[in-house]
Protein backbone atom coordinates (compact mmCIF):
# COMPACT_ATOMS: atom_id res chain seq x y z
CA UNK A 1 0.00 0.00 0.00
CA UNK A 2 1.32 3.24 -1.26
CA UNK A 3 0.94 6.22 1.77
CA UNK A 4 -0.42 9.37 1.18
CA UNK A 5 2.33 11.72 1.54
CA UNK A 6 1.79 14.50 4.30
CA UNK A 7 1.92 17.96 3.18
CA UNK A 8 4.82 19.71 4.95
CA UNK A 9 3.56 22.60 6.62
CA UNK A 10 4.58 25.76 4.16
CA UNK A 11 2.87 23.61 1.47
CA UNK A 12 0.02 23.44 3.94
CA UNK A 13 0.28 27.27 4.18
CA UNK A 14 1.15 27.59 0.65
CA UNK A 15 -1.94 26.18 -0.20
CA UNK A 16 -4.74 28.57 1.51
CA UNK A 17 -6.24 31.03 -0.82
CA UNK A 18 -4.56 34.40 -1.23
CA UNK A 19 -7.19 36.37 0.62
CA UNK A 20 -6.56 34.32 3.81
CA UNK A 21 -2.50 34.45 3.15
CA UNK A 22 -3.00 38.68 3.61
CA UNK A 23 -4.99 38.25 6.46
CA UNK A 24 -2.33 36.04 8.15
CA UNK A 25 0.37 38.38 7.08
CA UNK A 26 -1.41 41.41 8.49
CA UNK A 27 -0.46 39.95 11.48
CA UNK A 28 2.93 40.63 10.87
CA UNK A 29 5.04 44.12 11.11
CA UNK A 30 5.41 45.37 7.59
CA UNK A 31 9.05 44.45 7.00
CA UNK A 32 8.45 41.03 8.09
CA UNK A 33 5.20 40.68 5.69
CA UNK A 34 7.28 41.97 2.88
CA UNK A 35 10.33 39.37 4.42
CA UNK A 36 7.87 36.58 2.91
CA UNK A 37 8.14 37.55 -0.59
CA UNK A 38 11.43 35.15 -0.16
CA UNK A 39 9.17 31.75 0.69
CA UNK A 40 8.12 31.58 -3.18
CA UNK A 41 7.04 33.01 -5.95
CA UNK A 42 3.68 33.04 -5.38
CA UNK A 43 4.66 35.13 -2.26
CA UNK A 44 6.30 37.50 -4.10
CA UNK A 45 3.29 39.99 -4.19
CA UNK A 46 1.24 39.14 -1.61
CA UNK A 47 2.23 41.93 0.80
CA UNK A 48 1.27 44.42 -1.82
CA UNK A 49 -2.00 44.17 -0.80
CA UNK A 50 -2.01 43.22 2.33
CA UNK A 51 -5.74 45.24 4.28
CA UNK A 52 -3.01 46.26 7.68
CA UNK A 53 0.00 47.81 7.88
CA UNK A 54 1.77 47.74 10.86
CA UNK A 55 4.61 49.75 10.28
CA UNK A 56 6.71 49.59 13.63
CA UNK A 57 10.40 51.58 14.42
CA UNK A 58 11.32 48.55 16.47
CA UNK A 59 11.96 46.27 13.54
CA UNK A 60 14.95 48.82 12.88
CA UNK A 61 16.18 48.39 16.37
CA UNK A 62 19.00 45.60 15.33
CA UNK A 63 20.00 47.18 12.52
CA UNK A 64 23.34 48.08 11.48
CA UNK A 65 22.38 51.84 12.81
CA UNK A 66 21.39 50.49 15.93
CA UNK A 67 23.09 52.97 18.13
CA UNK A 68 23.02 55.67 15.70
CA UNK A 69 19.23 57.29 16.40
CA UNK A 70 18.88 59.80 13.65
CA UNK A 71 20.13 56.96 11.14
CA UNK A 72 17.96 54.41 12.31
CA UNK A 73 14.86 56.81 11.86
CA UNK A 74 16.52 57.77 8.74
CA UNK A 75 16.04 53.64 7.38
CA UNK A 76 12.63 53.58 9.18
CA UNK A 77 11.11 56.46 6.71
CA UNK A 78 12.85 55.64 3.94
CA UNK A 79 11.19 51.94 4.38
CA UNK A 80 7.61 53.37 5.25
CA UNK A 81 7.72 55.81 1.94
CA UNK A 82 8.76 53.14 -0.01
CA UNK A 83 6.50 50.46 1.26
CA UNK A 84 3.34 53.08 0.41
CA UNK A 85 4.55 53.94 -2.64
CA UNK A 86 5.10 49.99 -3.93
CA UNK A 87 1.89 48.70 -2.24
CA UNK A 88 -1.13 48.03 -4.98
CA UNK A 89 -4.09 50.37 -5.40
CA UNK A 90 -6.12 48.51 -2.84
CA UNK A 91 -8.32 49.67 0.60
CA UNK A 92 -6.89 49.57 3.53
CA UNK A 93 -8.71 48.02 6.96
CA UNK A 94 -6.14 49.57 9.34
CA UNK A 95 -2.92 51.83 9.21
CA UNK A 96 -0.56 51.25 12.33
CA UNK A 97 2.62 53.42 12.82
CA UNK A 98 5.12 52.71 15.81
CA UNK A 99 7.54 55.83 15.23
CA UNK A 100 10.16 56.95 17.54
CA UNK A 101 10.84 60.92 16.42
CA UNK A 102 14.65 61.36 17.55
CA UNK A 103 15.42 62.98 20.72
CA UNK A 104 16.69 66.37 19.93
CA UNK A 105 14.40 67.41 16.99
CA UNK A 106 14.28 71.12 17.25
CA UNK A 107 11.44 71.29 14.99
CA UNK A 108 8.71 68.78 15.74
CA UNK A 109 6.40 70.05 12.63
CA UNK A 110 9.24 69.34 10.02
CA UNK A 111 10.08 66.18 12.26
CA UNK A 112 6.72 64.89 11.72
CA UNK A 113 6.18 65.80 8.43
CA UNK A 114 6.47 62.33 7.08
CA UNK A 115 4.00 60.88 9.54
CA UNK A 116 1.71 63.15 8.45
CA UNK A 117 2.23 62.17 4.96
CA UNK A 118 1.73 58.16 5.69
CA UNK A 119 -1.00 58.76 7.95
CA UNK A 120 -2.71 61.26 5.40
CA UNK A 121 -1.66 58.28 2.81
CA UNK A 122 -3.76 55.44 4.38
CA UNK A 123 -6.79 57.58 4.95
CA UNK A 124 -6.80 58.09 1.27
CA UNK A 125 -7.02 54.46 0.58
CA UNK A 126 -10.01 54.32 3.20
CA UNK A 127 -8.04 53.36 6.29
CA UNK A 128 -11.18 52.57 8.81
CA UNK A 129 -8.68 52.52 11.54
CA UNK A 130 -5.42 54.47 12.39
CA UNK A 131 -3.05 53.87 15.47
CA UNK A 132 -0.31 56.31 15.91
CA UNK A 133 2.29 55.09 18.70
CA UNK A 134 5.37 57.72 19.23
CA UNK A 135 8.15 56.55 21.70
CA UNK A 136 9.93 59.75 22.17
CA UNK A 137 9.58 63.64 21.20
CA UNK A 138 5.98 63.84 20.66
CA UNK A 139 4.87 64.27 17.18
CA UNK A 140 2.54 67.71 15.69
CA UNK A 141 -0.05 65.96 14.15
CA UNK A 142 -1.03 68.12 11.26
CA UNK A 143 -5.55 68.68 11.59
CA UNK A 144 -5.46 68.81 7.27
CA UNK A 145 -4.44 64.83 7.00
CA UNK A 146 -7.46 63.80 8.92
CA UNK A 147 -9.83 64.49 6.16
CA UNK A 148 -11.72 60.45 5.85
CA UNK A 149 -15.49 59.77 5.45
CA UNK A 150 -14.60 56.36 6.32
CA UNK A 151 -12.10 56.66 9.66
CA UNK A 152 -14.03 55.04 12.67
CA UNK A 153 -11.18 54.57 15.07
CA UNK A 154 -8.16 57.03 15.80
CA UNK A 155 -5.73 56.16 18.29
CA UNK A 156 -3.15 58.75 19.32
CA UNK A 157 -0.27 58.54 21.71
CA UNK A 158 2.11 60.76 22.40
CA UNK A 159 1.41 63.94 19.96
CA UNK A 160 0.60 67.98 20.17
CA UNK A 161 -2.47 68.30 19.12
CA UNK A 162 -2.51 71.77 17.45
CA UNK A 163 -4.96 74.56 17.30
CA UNK A 164 -7.96 72.83 15.34
CA UNK A 165 -7.41 69.60 15.69
CA UNK A 166 -10.76 68.83 16.98
CA UNK A 167 -12.71 71.28 14.89
CA UNK A 168 -11.46 68.96 12.11
CA UNK A 169 -11.80 65.95 13.10
CA UNK A 170 -15.76 66.94 13.88
CA UNK A 171 -15.58 68.27 9.76
CA UNK A 172 -13.40 65.90 8.01
CA UNK A 173 -14.10 62.58 10.24
CA UNK A 174 -17.81 62.25 10.15
CA UNK A 175 -17.90 58.54 10.91
CA UNK A 176 -15.64 58.82 13.97
CA UNK A 177 -16.82 56.75 16.54
CA UNK A 178 -13.93 55.79 18.82
CA UNK A 179 -11.04 58.31 19.84
CA UNK A 180 -7.95 57.23 22.08
CA UNK A 181 -5.17 59.66 23.36
CA UNK A 182 -2.35 59.07 25.54
CA UNK A 183 -0.17 61.25 26.37
CA UNK A 184 -1.17 64.07 24.29
CA UNK A 185 -0.87 67.96 24.78
CA UNK A 186 -4.24 69.25 24.10
CA UNK A 187 -3.64 73.09 22.41
CA UNK A 188 -7.58 73.85 21.62
CA UNK A 189 -9.75 74.63 24.78
CA UNK A 190 -11.89 71.89 23.67
CA UNK A 191 -11.71 68.30 23.18
CA UNK A 192 -15.06 67.81 20.99
CA UNK A 193 -16.76 65.07 18.63
CA UNK A 194 -20.24 64.88 18.32
CA UNK A 195 -19.91 61.08 16.51
CA UNK A 196 -17.46 59.63 19.39
CA UNK A 197 -19.46 56.88 21.03
CA UNK A 198 -16.39 55.87 22.90
CA UNK A 199 -13.55 58.40 23.81
CA UNK A 200 -10.43 57.53 26.40
CA UNK A 201 -8.32 60.04 27.51
CA UNK A 202 -5.93 57.54 29.12
CA UNK A 203 -2.51 59.04 30.86
CA UNK A 204 -0.86 62.60 30.52
CA UNK A 205 -3.21 63.96 28.29
CA UNK A 206 -3.07 67.61 29.36
CA UNK A 207 -4.33 71.06 27.74
CA UNK A 208 -2.20 74.08 27.31
CA UNK A 209 -0.84 76.10 29.52
CA UNK A 210 -1.07 79.05 27.38
CA UNK A 211 -5.29 78.68 28.30
CA UNK A 212 -6.48 80.27 31.70
CA UNK A 213 -9.45 77.70 30.55
CA UNK A 214 -8.78 74.52 32.47
CA UNK A 215 -9.95 72.79 28.99
CA UNK A 216 -13.16 71.15 28.66
CA UNK A 217 -14.67 67.55 27.16
CA UNK A 218 -17.80 67.83 25.06
CA UNK A 219 -19.49 64.54 23.35
CA UNK A 220 -23.00 64.24 23.19
CA UNK A 221 -23.00 60.81 21.46
CA UNK A 222 -20.40 58.90 23.62
CA UNK A 223 -22.19 56.52 25.78
CA UNK A 224 -18.76 54.97 27.31
CA UNK A 225 -15.57 57.71 28.46
CA UNK A 226 -12.55 56.96 30.50
CA UNK A 227 -10.49 59.58 32.03
CA UNK A 228 -6.85 59.44 33.63
CA UNK A 229 -6.01 62.97 35.21
CA UNK A 230 -3.24 63.59 36.57
CA UNK A 231 -3.54 66.90 38.52
CA UNK A 232 0.30 66.87 39.10
CA UNK A 233 0.87 67.61 35.79
CA UNK A 234 -2.57 68.47 34.18
CA UNK A 235 -5.89 70.92 35.12
CA UNK A 236 -9.01 68.72 35.60
CA UNK A 237 -11.21 68.95 32.48
CA UNK A 238 -15.19 70.17 32.71
CA UNK A 239 -17.31 67.61 31.55
CA UNK A 240 -20.16 69.21 29.32
CA UNK A 241 -22.83 68.04 26.61
CA UNK A 242 -22.11 63.93 27.69
CA UNK A 243 -26.15 62.87 27.53
CA UNK A 244 -25.92 60.01 25.69
CA UNK A 245 -23.22 58.26 28.72
CA UNK A 246 -24.06 55.45 30.00
CA UNK A 247 -20.22 54.06 31.51
CA UNK A 248 -17.93 55.83 32.76
CA UNK A 249 -14.36 54.57 34.53
CA UNK A 250 -12.62 57.91 35.87
CA UNK A 251 -8.62 58.05 38.05
CA UNK A 252 -8.05 60.82 39.34
CA UNK A 253 -4.63 61.24 40.73
CA UNK A 254 -1.91 63.43 41.91
CA UNK A 255 -1.92 66.96 43.96
CA UNK A 256 -5.46 67.32 45.26
CA UNK A 257 -5.06 70.80 45.84
CA UNK A 258 -5.99 71.19 42.32
CA UNK A 259 -8.87 69.22 43.09
CA UNK A 260 -11.12 71.10 45.54
CA UNK A 261 -14.87 69.94 46.93
CA UNK A 262 -16.89 72.21 43.98
CA UNK A 263 -14.20 70.92 41.40
CA UNK A 264 -15.17 66.82 42.38
CA UNK A 265 -18.70 67.99 42.48
CA UNK A 266 -18.37 69.67 39.02
CA UNK A 267 -16.55 66.68 37.31
CA UNK A 268 -18.61 63.98 39.00
CA UNK A 269 -22.31 65.76 38.13
CA UNK A 270 -21.11 65.75 34.39
CA UNK A 271 -21.19 61.93 34.87
CA UNK A 272 -24.51 61.67 37.37
CA UNK A 273 -26.69 60.24 34.21
CA UNK A 274 -24.42 56.92 34.07
CA UNK A 275 -25.81 53.43 34.31
CA UNK A 276 -21.82 52.08 35.05
CA UNK A 277 -19.09 53.90 37.26
CA UNK A 278 -15.72 53.13 37.98
CA UNK A 279 -13.81 56.06 40.16
CA UNK A 280 -10.35 55.66 41.31
CA UNK A 281 -8.82 57.88 43.74
CA UNK A 282 -5.05 57.84 44.26
CA UNK A 283 -1.73 59.85 45.44
CA UNK A 284 -3.67 62.39 47.76
CA UNK A 285 -5.16 63.09 51.05
CA UNK A 286 -8.46 65.68 50.86
CA UNK A 287 -10.82 66.77 54.05
CA UNK A 288 -13.98 67.97 53.02
CA UNK A 289 -15.96 70.37 55.70
CA UNK A 290 -18.57 69.09 57.45
CA UNK A 291 -21.72 68.11 55.67
CA UNK A 292 -20.76 69.64 52.53
CA UNK A 293 -22.24 67.90 49.45
CA UNK A 294 -19.45 67.67 46.76
CA UNK A 295 -21.04 64.01 45.37
CA UNK A 296 -24.18 64.32 42.92
CA UNK A 297 -27.09 61.85 42.58
CA UNK A 298 -26.33 58.99 40.77
CA UNK A 299 -30.07 58.62 39.59
CA UNK A 300 -29.37 55.94 37.25
CA UNK A 301 -26.70 54.17 38.48
CA UNK A 302 -26.68 50.46 38.51
CA UNK A 303 -23.20 49.55 39.00
CA UNK A 304 -21.17 51.41 41.00
CA UNK A 305 -17.03 50.61 41.62
CA UNK A 306 -14.67 52.20 44.10
CA UNK A 307 -11.19 50.90 45.33
CA UNK A 308 -9.29 50.85 48.62
CA UNK A 309 -9.63 55.21 48.91
CA UNK A 310 -13.14 54.99 49.69
CA UNK A 311 -12.85 52.49 53.13
CA UNK A 312 -10.32 54.78 54.88
CA UNK A 313 -11.72 57.25 57.03
CA UNK A 314 -14.63 55.23 58.88
CA UNK A 315 -15.99 54.71 55.38
CA UNK A 316 -16.72 58.22 54.89
CA UNK A 317 -16.73 58.36 51.33
CA UNK A 318 -17.86 54.88 50.50
CA UNK A 319 -21.11 56.28 52.58
CA UNK A 320 -21.52 59.32 50.26
CA UNK A 321 -21.74 57.08 47.25
CA UNK A 322 -24.24 54.80 48.69
CA UNK A 323 -26.01 57.69 49.76
CA UNK A 324 -26.44 59.05 46.21
CA UNK A 325 -27.21 55.81 44.14
CA UNK A 326 -30.48 54.87 45.27
CA UNK A 327 -30.51 52.48 42.14
CA UNK A 328 -27.75 50.80 43.10
CA UNK A 329 -27.36 47.18 42.06
CA UNK A 330 -24.01 45.82 42.54
CA UNK A 331 -21.21 47.32 44.19
CA UNK A 332 -17.69 46.38 43.58
CA UNK A 333 -15.10 47.62 45.92
CA UNK A 334 -11.05 46.36 44.51
CA UNK A 335 -8.92 46.70 47.73
CA UNK A 336 -5.53 46.50 47.73
CA UNK A 337 -2.42 47.31 50.07
CA UNK A 338 -1.29 50.70 47.72
CA UNK A 339 -0.07 53.59 49.83
CA UNK A 340 -3.44 55.46 51.99
CA UNK A 341 -5.04 57.98 49.26
CA UNK A 342 -8.20 59.24 51.24
CA UNK A 343 -11.44 61.51 50.99
CA UNK A 344 -12.26 62.43 54.32
CA UNK A 345 -14.88 64.18 56.25
CA UNK A 346 -17.52 64.69 58.42
CA UNK A 347 -21.43 63.39 58.20
CA UNK A 348 -24.04 63.83 60.63
CA UNK A 349 -26.12 61.07 58.94
CA UNK A 350 -24.28 58.29 57.83
CA UNK A 351 -27.59 56.03 57.06
CA UNK A 352 -28.49 55.05 53.72
CA UNK A 353 -30.84 53.01 51.90
CA UNK A 354 -29.86 50.90 48.71
CA UNK A 355 -33.63 48.95 48.53
CA UNK A 356 -32.21 47.27 45.10
CA UNK A 357 -28.58 46.48 45.78
CA UNK A 358 -28.28 43.12 45.18
CA UNK A 359 -24.52 42.30 45.40
CA UNK A 360 -21.36 43.15 46.64
CA UNK A 361 -18.35 41.95 45.25
CA UNK A 362 -14.91 42.57 47.04
CA UNK A 363 -11.54 42.01 45.31
CA UNK A 364 -8.76 41.20 46.79
CA UNK A 365 -5.75 39.10 48.18
CA UNK A 366 -6.54 36.34 50.65
CA UNK A 367 -3.96 38.35 53.34
CA UNK A 368 -5.87 41.98 52.90
CA UNK A 369 -5.89 43.29 56.08
CA UNK A 370 -8.59 45.57 55.29
CA UNK A 371 -11.20 42.62 54.07
CA UNK A 372 -12.30 41.98 57.74
CA UNK A 373 -13.18 45.44 58.36
CA UNK A 374 -15.20 45.63 55.28
CA UNK A 375 -17.48 42.91 55.88
CA UNK A 376 -18.47 43.97 59.46
CA UNK A 377 -18.74 47.55 57.43
CA UNK A 378 -21.16 45.94 55.30
CA UNK A 379 -23.35 43.69 57.79
CA UNK A 380 -23.55 46.38 60.19
CA UNK A 381 -25.26 48.26 57.27
CA UNK A 382 -27.95 45.73 56.93
CA UNK A 383 -26.34 43.98 54.09
CA UNK A 384 -26.22 40.38 54.31
CA UNK A 385 -23.53 37.43 54.14
CA UNK A 386 -25.35 35.94 51.20
CA UNK A 387 -25.01 39.07 49.27
CA UNK A 388 -21.43 39.15 49.30
CA UNK A 389 -19.24 37.96 47.20
CA UNK A 390 -15.00 37.58 47.79
CA UNK A 391 -12.83 37.18 44.73
CA UNK A 392 -9.55 36.50 45.96
CA UNK A 393 -6.51 38.09 43.34
CA UNK A 394 -2.62 37.73 43.82
Not at 4 to 22: C, F, N, Q, S, T
Not at 341 to 358: A, H, K
Request: net charge negative.
Amino acid sequence: MVRARVPRAPERIGALPDDVLRRIMSQLSSREAVHTCLLARRWRDLWRSVPIINATFEDFEDSAAANDTFEREAMFKKFVTRFLLLRNRVGLDEFRLDYSLACGTEDLNAGSADANLWISHALRWNARAVKVVNRENRLELDPAVFTSSFLRRLHISSARLVPGFFDQLQTGCPALEYLFLSDCLVMDLEIRSNTVKVLILAEEVEFSCDHDDPGSISAPSAISVSIECDLSVARRPTLKNMSSLEAASVLLSGHVTACDADGIMQFLGGLSHVTSLDFRYKDGKLTMEKNIRWCPTFSNLINLTLNTWCVHANFYALVVFLQNSPSLKKLTLKLDQARVSVISGELEDRSFTCEQLEIVEIICSETNELLPRVTQFLRDSGIGTDQMRITHKN
